[in-house]
């Protein structure tokens, strides 16, 4: 699974950045062409997704249209459909207030497809408007992606390998699921991305992976003190009762129930065995987004001799002076990715 982000976050600041670029490119101008939208942001991504909307909108549009007296199936109807499609792609030409509808959205899917690929591919896939998912939609959908493509080219290979020509939306998240799991390439990098937003428009990486019910804190500087003695002497008193190390932890039926449905092989190495989905929940929850943080820690542990050398790492840094539950789904993740890197 991944982190989830704020969604009420990243849809105010889409409104907001997409405040600025009107105001930057519409001064003396109230329409814009198709070839002005590929040049419209530096990020490039959102001119590719506001003309996969425009298309998006256009074909919906036009099959409304379509009239039960004609055959619109019939090889000519459809060439000729083609051309005109071929012909107003050719010139584009979009009203300001036409035009802010397509770049909130651009911006907004942007964001969610470089600080949650994982999400944003599988809401693609779960369109009520496509009750199934075919190998021409994933190519449609392709030439308009840029960042995070290489989950959907490995989604693509996968329908190409197995003779996939369609499957209906369930099964389709099923297979991409899968697909996710056993991929290697880590996510592109979200920090120059992040870089680029800021530039024009401060963005908050804190609040973009905020819970949305989270309110600012009104805590005094005595109160954070007194919490955090609270949480120290808690911690004291855990560990020295019985001295219960991570190892006895591990030890539990919980732990022994989830490590059997996983392979008990060896590792080659921590780094290449952590999915995508897996890398993002470990960065977000366990790491609090710190990607280097997350990148010192994997390289130490894949360089310990043995499971207590790790364990024993993990249980001092992070389970007693960070305080990780060893009842969280992520942290049972991680351990058990560990236990696998260096079994028993």
């Not at 036409?98 to 770049?103: A, K």
């Not at 990486?205 to 600012?216: A, F, G, R």
Request: charged fraction near 30%; aromatic fraction near 12%; glycine fraction near 2%.
């Amino acid at each position: 699974m991944e982190n989830n982000i704020n969604h009420h976050v990243i849809n105010s600041y889409s409104k907001s950045y997409a405040d600025i670029l009107l105001k930057r490119s519409f001064k003396n101008k109230i329409n814009i062409t198709g070839e002005e939208i590929l040049k419209f942001s530096e990020i490039k991504q959102i001119n590719y997704f506001i003309l996969q909307i425009l298309f998006d909108k256009w074909k919906r549009a036009t099959n409304e249209l379509k009239s039960p007296y004609f055959d619109y199936e019939n090889l000519e109807v459809e060439k000729a459909t083609q051309s005109l499609m071929n012909v107003l792609s050719r010139n584009i030409l979009v009203q300001k207030e036409d035009f802010q509808d397509l770049l909130e959205e651009a911006i907004y899917k942007t964001l969610l497809l470089i600080f949650s690929p994982y999400e944003y591919f599988t809401q693609e896939f779960s369109k009520p408007s496509l009750q199934q998912i075919s190998i021409g939609d994933l190519l449609a959908i392709h030439k308009y992606i840029k960042i995070n493509g290489h989950l959907l080219s490995a989604y693509i290979d996968r329908f190409e390998d197995d003779g996939i020509q369609a499957v209906f939306n369930e099964d389709a998240l099923k297979i991409f699921d899968e697909v996710c799991e056993s991929i290697k390439e880590t996510p592109e990098d979200f920090e120059a991305y992040h870089k680029e937003f800021s530039v024009l428009l401060e963005l908050d990486l804190n609040e973009v992976y905020s819970q949305p019910d989270e309110t600012p804190s009104t805590t005094t500087v005595d109160d954070k003190v007194q919490e955090l003695e609270g949480e120290i002497d808690s911690l004291n008193e855990k560990f020295k009762s019985n001295q219960q190390t991570l190892l006895d932890t591990l030890g539990t039926e919980k732990k022994d129930a989830l490590i059997d449905i996983h392979e008990k092989r060896p590792l080659a190495g921590l780094k290449k065995s952590i999915t995508i989905n897996q890398r993002f929940m470990f960065e977000n929850d366990l790491f609090s987004g710190d990607k280097g943080e997350f990148e010192m820690v994997v390289n130490y542990l894949d360089n310990c001799k043995s499971n207590k050398e790790a364990m024993e790492f993990i249980s001092v840094n992070y389970i007693e002076k960070k305080n990780w539950d060893l009842e969280k789904e992520e942290v049972v993740e991680f351990l058990m990715v560990v236990n696998k890197r260096f079994p028993k």
